[in-house]
């Protein structure tokens, strides 16, 4: 029995350090355990921070992008305005020479329309005669009867191309139309974007048409039209020197259609090929 009671009381002992040893582990674990909760709680507004840190930086990158686009239409728009300038300069130019020559015209066959008056009234008059004679010789009416219809001929045709350049600039631009997919011809929108950009290849290259059979396209028409300004421009900047070409062939390719534009200028060197496709990215 004495042995019985000291063996229980030892294991008595032994029961209640084992307690106080498991309460310590327990305590110190649950210190540990709240310790990470705080470093957790601290990592997730971290994380919050730096999320919104990094959303700010997001909308910042977006608006300078856009800014950085803007600035780069606006660049196109200033070299397509300069273009488009000249283009139209070239005949306002001569219709307004034309302009100031037929007002000549008209003044010289007023002076002879007046002569014949005078005649008219004293048809009797040798001094008359003479006087309307020495008119028509000075006003040359044989060559007038030439050139007037010459003049007109001319400016009639200026007038007309720079009424295509305005309406190939409306085309190109579709200022009319919302921005909506829509069926358009290709051709056509190929056609006008060259006489806008005339000015940018007419010193430079040869355009070579090599179009296709092609069906109306659903698309952005004037999306498409930029593209190809821009690589027909592009085209034109790469030759140097001679003369050069540009080709422009279409095709059907099953159920796609195809633009292809070439140039025999000095290519894109092989360390930029892979940053064709990069915003802003110029030589």
């Known amino acids: 029995q004495k ?12 029961l209640e350090m084992l307690v ?3 309460t ?29 840190e ?20 606006l660049a196109s728009i200033g070299q397509l305005a300069a273009g488009v300038a000249h283009e139209i300069n070239n005949p306002i130019g001569y219709i307004f020479s034309n302009f100031s020559t037929l007002e000549t015209y008209i003044g010289s066959l007023l002076r002879m329309l007046g ?10 008059s040798e001094s008359a005669a003479r006087e309307l004679a020495a008119v028509r010789d000075e006003v040359e009416i044989d060559f007038l009867r030439e050139d007037i219809p010459a003049l007109m001929s001319e400016s009639r045709e200026g007038i007309t191309r720079v009424r295509k350049i305005v309406q190939d600039l409306k085309d190109f631009s579709r200022a009319d139309t919302a921005l909506e997919w829509q069926w358009a011809n290709l051709h056509q929108g190929i056609d006008s974007t060259l006489n806008i950009v005339n000015n940018e290849i007419k010193y ?10 092609l069906p109306d396209v659903e698309c952005l028409p004037s999306q498409i039209n930029q593209v190809v300004m821009n690589l027909v421009v592009n085209a034109a900047h790469a030759i140097d020197g001679a003369r050069g070409t540009i080709t422009i062939t279409t095709r059907v390719v099953e159920e796609d259609v195809e633009i292809e534009i070439a140039d025999n200028g000095s290519g894109i060197t092989p360390e930029n090929l892979s940053r064709i496709f990069d915003p802003f990215f110029t030589t």
């Open 54 to 73: 990094l959303t700010e930086l997001n909308r910042k990158l977006s608006m300078t992008q856009e800014q950085l686009m803007q600035s780069e239409k």
């Open 20 to 22: 106080v040893k498991r």
């Open 24 to 52: 310590h582990e327990l305590a110190t674990t649950n210190a540990k355990m709240e310790e990470d909760i705080l470093r957790r709680t601290a990592a997730e507004a971290e994380l919050v921070r730096r999320n919104a």
């Open 204 to 213: 430079k290259a040869d355009v070579i048409k090599n179009y296709g059979a």
């Open 115 to 124: 002569a014949y008056e005078a005649q008219e009234r004293d048809r009797s």
């Open 3 to 14: 042995t019985a009671e000291l063996d229980l009381r030892r294991m008595h002992q032994e």
